[in-house]
């Protein structure tokens, strides 16, 4: 069982930065592929950005070069540095786990935070 606690979200005007966290507890974090994903009122869950055991990472291509994700085994917790922000990246972001070894798929992920409201102004 893992749990996920994400931090970090506000209101930021376009072209600002935020740096979101998720801490996780239990002692597998570092096994696990971990992943942020977001929701925007109206719309479905959207993949973001996710990292390996092994950080290799992946990115939505509405995020790259703009988002960057890392993880802390020590500390288990994992960062989503976000620059340049536009308003359409306003949504509630979440964090996630996955078992797999490698995956971007909703459904793939079985551990899930609250969430934390980004909002972005014009």
């Known amino acids: 069982q893992v749990q996920l606690v994400e931090s970090g979200g506000g209101l930021v005007q376009a072209g600002g930065s935020l740096r979101l966290s998720c801490a996780a507890s239990?002692?597998?974090?570092?096994?696990?592929?971990m992943g942020w994903f977001r929701q925007a009122p109206g719309k479905e869950r959207e993949f973001v950005t996710t990292?390996?055991?092994?950080?290799?990472?992946a990115y939505a291509d509405s995020v790259k070069g703009r988002f960057t994700i890392s993880r802390d085994n020590a500390k288990n917790t994992v960062y989503l540095q976000m620059n340049s922000l536009k308003p359409e990246d306003t949504a509630v972001y979440y964090c996630?786990?996955?078992?797999?070894?490698?995956?971007?798929?909703?459904?793939?992920?079985?551990?899930w935070g609250q969430g934390t409201q980004v909002t972005v102004s014009s």
């Open positions: 996630a786990a996955s078992g797999k070894l490698w995956s971007t798929k909703i459904g793939e992920y079985i551990y």
């Open positions: 239990g002692r597998t974090f570092s096994s696990y592929i």
């Open positions: 990292i390996s055991s092994y950080e290799s990472t």
